[in-house]
């Protein structure tokens, strides 16, 4: 349907769909304040190594996604069911919230794409299987899913083509957490857990929680830095951002950053800008 409108030839848009299989790069983070509120938001990354130009010193396709990101209402019976965020010509979601119930977004794991399974796929391997792609799981549970723990065991339970990091938020106090996937089970969990020290938040890039990042991709590292210098008292929506926009987190690759609130409705998407000295993702 979206090829016959746009004219778009279909190997162009499939490869679109499946492209979070690919190459990816990834920030998210859920922060609880005292007053118990949930704040989710992330930063999301992709173009690395897809041409660097250097007029604008920039990645190309980077550049090509700033324009073509969308937030999206999904609407049924005059009611918004959902929201999310994503790029025209994707039937997926990047990011989403239920209003009243969770938020979501998906980190890509590791560095290098799942090209084994990929290829299983491309060749038919799993034909007649019930596989699922990471980005329409999202949808999947904005469409089935009504409550925080729905939703954590469906995203538990499903076979992927690729594993990856699943950051879930729910509308209670201490309903946060990240699930590490791999294309058949959970292999960790890191809950939000406001009464330890620095338990108020989680942050996830795209290493496993006790894998060190590679030198040159250090994200988490800042990212934590600048968490606790934000503290607790300071967690607002623009005191995530600014965590967000802050070097390395936010890099060259850096496509937008969305932010989320289920207790006041929040959901804003901001296209992302790294002026230089900027490291390149």
């Known amino acids: 349907g979206i090829s016959n409108a746009t ?7 499939a490869l679109m769909n499946i492209f979070y299989e690919l190459s990816r790069f990834c920030t998210s983070i859920i922060a609880q304040t005292y007053n118990g509120q949930l704040f989710h938001a992330r930063n999301l990354d992709f173009g690395q190594l897809f041409i660097w130009d250097n007029s604008t010193r920039s990645w190309a396709l980077t550049d090509s996604l700033k324009k073509v990101t969308v937030n999206i209402k999904f609407v049924k019976n005059n009611t918004v069911l959902f929201m999310g965020t994503t790029f025209a010509g994707h039937t997926g979601i990047i990011t989403g919230m239920k209003p009243n119930m969770f938020t979501i977004s998906m980190d890509a794991k590791a560095l290098l794409p799942d090209t084994q399974q990929l290829m299983k796929w491309f060749s038919g391997g799993y034909n007649g ?62 809950q939000l857990n406001p009464d330890e020290e620095n338990g108020w938040y989680i942050l996830q890039t795209n290493y496993d929680p006790d894998q060190l990042p590679m030198y040159l991709d250090d994200r988490r590292d800042p990212g934590n830095n600048c968490m606790r210098q934000l503290g607790r008292g300071n967690v607002s929506a623009a005191g995530i951002y600014e965590v967000l926009a802050s070097k390395t987190t936010l890099n060259k690759t850096t496509v937008h950053t969305v932010i989320m609130s289920l207790a006041t409705g929040l959901y804003q998407t901001f296209i992302a800008y790294c002026p230089d000295p900027c490291w390149p993702f």
């Open 7 to 13: 004219g778009i030839p279909t190997h162009d848009l």
């Open 129 to 190: 299987s019930d596989l699922h792609f990471a980005m329409w799981a999202e949808r999947e549970i904005m469409e089935k899913c009504n409550s925080f723990q729905e939703a954590q065991d469906y995203l538990s339970s499903i076979t992927q083509l690729a594993g990856c990091y699943y950051i879930l938020g729910g509308a209670n106090p201490g309903e946060g957490i990240i699930i590490v996937r791999n294309a058949t089970d959970v292999t960790a969990t890191v």
